[in-house]
């Protein structure tokens, strides 16, 4: 379990910095993302807009996957948004998910010869 909240938090840091350098070009209110759990990384720890400290459980890391997923999909031009809603919806229809480990299995990662 520890391993698997390590590697969330390392994933939720990935984020945070992509959204952070794509946003270094922007205004202030162009680059806040609405309804951003994590407002300051640091130490080691993870805190929201009033400097508490996140619990990294399973499910705030969701939440927040799902609060960016969004972020940077609304980004996207129309026709782009298109085609990634086209292959998120492919890729979870045909691939099991495990909650507990967030990621599908490791066919899902190898391409088969001709596609």
Do not use: W
Request: hydrophobic share 45%; net charge negative.
């Amino acid at each position: 379990m520890r391993h698997l909240l390590c590697r969330s938090v390392v994933f939720l840091f990935f984020i945070a910095g992509f959204l952070t350098l794509e946003a270094a070009g922007q205004s202030p209110s162009d680059a806040a993302i609405p309804g951003d759990p994590i407002a300051f990384i640091g130490h080691g720890m993870l805190l929201d807009k009033n400097g508490n400290v996140i619990r990294a459980d399973l499910d705030f890391m969701e939440r927040a996957q799902d609060t960016y997923i969004a972020a940077l999909r609304a980004r996207l031009l129309e026709a782009d948004r298109n085609a990634f809603d086209d292959q998120r919806a492919e890729f979870l229809r045909s691939n099991t998910i495990d909650r507990h480990n967030g990621m599908p299995g490791i066919d899902a990662f190898t391409e088969t010869p001709g596609t």
